[in-house]
Nanobody, 128 residues
Framework: QVQLMESGGGSVQSGGSLRLSCAAS????????LAWFRQAPGKEREGVAA???????SYAESVKGRFTISGDDFTNTRYLQINNLKPEDTATFYC??????????????????????WGQGTQVTVSS
């Protein structure tokens, strides 16, 4: 059973940085696609970044250049580095995982329904 736990959220000022962590158990990073989603108040959940079992990364256009997804296979932890935070980044951030036969993420990686496993989320609040 895959279990995911996010951490690293907090309250920061605009322009600051955060590194979110997603600790996984029961999870083989070589055979899963893992993605980060965010959900702002009153808005739908949005896929922002994904990493596959080969280290290939994908990003939403809206976050390219500011968000970086990475992973540590030894600790089974995936990270989301967020730089130059903006008030509109205020959201709950979730990591999600799906098993993939070839360890790849699909072209639909931004769809919530792609993922069977979800963490509880970590809150990011950015003040101006």
């Amino acid at each position: 059973q895959v279990q995911l736990m996010e951490s690293g959220g907090g309250s920061v000022q605009s322009g600051g940085s955060l590194r979110l962590s997603c600790a996984a158990s029961g999870y083989n990073p070589r055979t899963h696609c893992l993605a980060w989603f965010r959900q702002a108040p009153g808005k739908e959940r949005e896929g922002v970044a994904a990493i596959d079992g080969h280290g290939k990364t994908s990003y939403a256009e809206s976050v390219k250049g500011r968000f970086t997804i990475s992973g540590d296979d030894f600790t089974n932890t995936r990270y989301l580095q967020i730089n130059n935070l903006k008030p509109e980044d205020t959201a709950t951030f979730y990591c999600a995982a799906r098993m993939s036969n070839f360890g790849t993420c699909s072209s639909s990686w931004q769809r919530e329904t792609e993922y069977a496993y979800w963490g509880q989320g970590t809150q990011v609040t950015v003040s101006s």
